[in-house]
């Protein structure tokens, strides 16, 4: 299980460390998928992915399946056909 980090006081909004680009707390920063995916996604990772018919992110989960992530746990307000690929695939 991976551990993180946590910053922030107890009065501000907290917001994991990550060490990538694509990543500033409190900063929005658009970057490319693929690079989204490699710098936040982790090997046994939870990840939440909501959305509910035509807003189910089916581009972020073939993006996970595409690199190979393994052990992760997922969270979703349904068992959809995204969820249904990416345990088919081997990501959970």
């Known amino acids: 299980m991976r551990s993180t980090r946590w910053l922030g ?6 917001f ?8 500033r707390a409190g ?4 970057v490319p998928l693929n690079q989204a995916v490699a ?10 992915m909501e ?3 035509h807003l189910i992110p089916f ?4 993006e996970i399946i595409r690199q190979r992530r393994r052990d992760l746990t997922l969270i979703g307000p349904i068992s959809d056909m995204l ?8 990501c959970a």
């Open 51 to 53: 959305g509910f018919t």
């Open 9 to 14: 006081a107890s009065t501000e909004r907290v």
């Open 39 to 48: 710098e936040l996604i982790h090997d046994a990772d939870t990840v939440a």
């Open 83 to 90: 969820f249904d690929q990416l345990v088919g695939a081997g």
């Open 59 to 62: 581009a972020a989960g073939h």
């Open 27 to 30: 900063v929005a920063v658009i």
């Open 16 to 23: 994991p460390q990550r060490t990538g680009r694509c990543y």
